[in-house]
């Protein structure tokens, strides 16, 4: 390709042999069900990490947030529910990278996430289908596109809306975020705990209690 839209977050580039064991992806995404409001911020949040022009685009983002009400179980009792297409990070060779033609893979040192290299990649959209999960994207430019674990520091966990520390006191929410990197067995941990909601207040009364602003009366 002559022009590159994105950037890879990588910290190096490690190449495997044919046949050669490769060590597989330690830390991965995970994402709570029925928690996500659908706000989009981790879809801006990862176009902008990986623009070389600072521009924000979240069709250009390696994560996609999609309504899928008609899947019964990916929604809650009230039929809404909003899923996070995440890169699962398959066992190492992945099958985006093992149907590649053109070998366009390598691997992050750090990481061990599959990243695609451009500059060997013809678009020939093999890894779309190969990949089980839907997980590979296609930017407006055709550029292929796939999650690389921002070299160990994914920015969409970051900017994740719902975190609790994102969210302004004094509205109702469940402080757990979305989207997690981590470990499966610490993130089956995670996944076991109970919401903890925060009961409404206005405002104003938030604003009060923390000493912003003072009582008149």
Do not use: W
């Not at 947030?65 to 990916?74: C, D, F, G, L, V």
């Not at 590649?100 to 990481?111: E, I, L, N």
């Amino acid at each position: 390709m002559s022009e590159q839209f994105q950037k890879e977050m990588a910290t190096g580039m490690d190449r495997f042999a044919e046949g050669e064991e490769i060590p597989n992806v330690v830390e991965k995404l995970f994402a709570l069900r029925n928690q996500c409001t659908e706000c989009n911020v981790c879809e801006v949040a990862c176009s902008l990490v990986h623009s070389n022009d600072g521009m924000v685009n979240p069709q250009m983002a390696r994560l996609k947030i999609e309504h899928a009400p008609e899947k019964p179980s990916r929604v809650n009792p009230d039929g809404l529910g909003f899923v996070a297409g995440i890169c699962h990070h398959c066992g190492n060779p992945p099958p985006c990278a093992e149907v590649c033609p053109t070998d366009a893979f390598y691997y992050d040192p750090k990481t061990k996430a599959a990243v695609i290299e451009q500059d060997k990649c013809v678009q020939c959209m093999e890894c779309i289908p190969g990949c089980p999960f839907d997980a590979v994207f296609v930017a407006p430019s055709g550029e292929l596109l796939k999650c690389d674990l921002c070299a160990g520091d994914p920015v969409c966990v970051k900017a994740c809306a719902s975190r609790p520390e994102m969210v302004n006191q004094g509205k109702q929410y469940v402080r757990l975020p979305v989207l997690f990197y981590e470990k499966q067995a610490d993130f089956n941990t995670i996944h076991k705990e109970k919401p903890e909601m925060k009961d409404e207040v206005g405002m104003m009364q938030a604003m009060l209690e923390r000493g912003e602003i003072s009582s008149s009366a």
